[in-house]
């Protein structure tokens, strides 16, 4: 639940407009996942997923990232409905932009990578978090690169505003505790128009 929020923050991006200019990098959604983990109950770990994502990359490196919420995926269909209804209040979806050094991803050669770093801020239910997202550029072929996460991203359920909504979790799962920190991976495929 926490994690849900914290995968939001992590990858919430402003979802552009659907058509793409040559030369921009759109989200091939399908390959593409934002996951987040939780812990109840102190030693219970659970990994979880947001399974539609879309965006792209501007060709001045803008990054904009639409993360649709009700596409959370945490293996309980219940939880899954809860946490839409009171952690994201049935909120269609979270955002996240931030500059991308799209020069360092196209002059990478097919199979090479290279670190990038993204200074990324994520929007959700009127709240703006910004986080560091230190990430992995591969080059997948001429049209196609892969981006995903170098490490863990942490974001605060209290810096998104949604500590009343993990409270409610809690208490219709009856749990003692689940964590307010939560701990974020994205994996990002681009294809080059």
Sequence with gaps: MNSLKTLIASMGLALVASSV?????AIDSGASAVSFGSV?????GESHSFTSVSGMIGQDGA????VDLGSVETNIDIRNERIGEHVFHNMASASV???VDLATIEALGIGEMAA???DATLQLM???VGFDAPM?????SETRAMVVSDGLAYISTEDMGIDGGVDMLMELASLPGITRTVP???RLVFDQK
Excluded: F, M, P
């Design 21 to 25: 200019t040559a030369g921009e990098w």
């Design 136 to 140: 992995i550029a591969v080059r997948l």
């Design 116 to 118: 990038v770093y993204v």
């Design 184 to 186: 974020i991976t994205v």
């Design 126 to 128: 009127g709240k703006e």
């Design 63 to 66: 990054a904009t990232i639409s």
């Design 97 to 99: 932009t931030g500059q």
């Design 40 to 44: 109840k109950k102190d030693t219970v």
